[in-house]
């Protein structure tokens, strides 16, 4: 079983960056695929972005191309989600996620407790 923890968020404003971290442990973090999601107050969770398990192939959620960039470093078994030009619609608590398989879509099997990221407009 994976254990996850988030860390990284915070408050910044309008424009400014944040880089979110994801460690792992207790599982096989380089053999999983993994995810950010994020849910912001009174809204479903949404996906973020994904990446395979050797970080061959990813995938960004519309609302987010070009501006956030995901990440893993399998040697550390962490996962990154850098974002740039933040917006306020961004604020959200963000999610990591893992799961086995080839797809990078579906249901993630492992969840973090979440980091809040506020942006101030």
């Known amino acids: 079983q994976v254990q996850l923890v988030e860390s990284g968020g915070g408050l910044v404003q309008a424009g400014g960056s944040l880089r979110l971290s994801c460690a792992a442990s207790?599982?096989?973090?380089?053999?999983?695929?993994m995810g950010w999601f994020r849910q912001a107050p009174g809204k479903e969770r949404e996906f973020v972005a994904a990446?395979?398990?050797?970080?061959?192939?990813?995938y960004y959620a519309d609302s987010v191309k070009g501006r956030i960039t995901i990440s893993r470093d399998n040697a550390k078994n962490t996962m990154y989600l850098q974002m740039n030009s933040l917006k306020p619609e961004d604020t959200a608590v963000y999610y990591c996620?893992?799961?086995?398989?080839?797809?990078?879509?579906?249901?993630?099997?492992?969840w973090g407790q979440g980091t809040q990221v506020t942006v101030s407009s």
């Open positions: 207790g599982g096989t973090f380089s053999s999983s695929n």
């Open positions: 990446i395979s398990w050797r970080g061959g192939r990813t």
């Open positions: 996620a893992a799961k086995g398989g080839y797809s990078l879509f579906g249901e993630y099997d492992y």
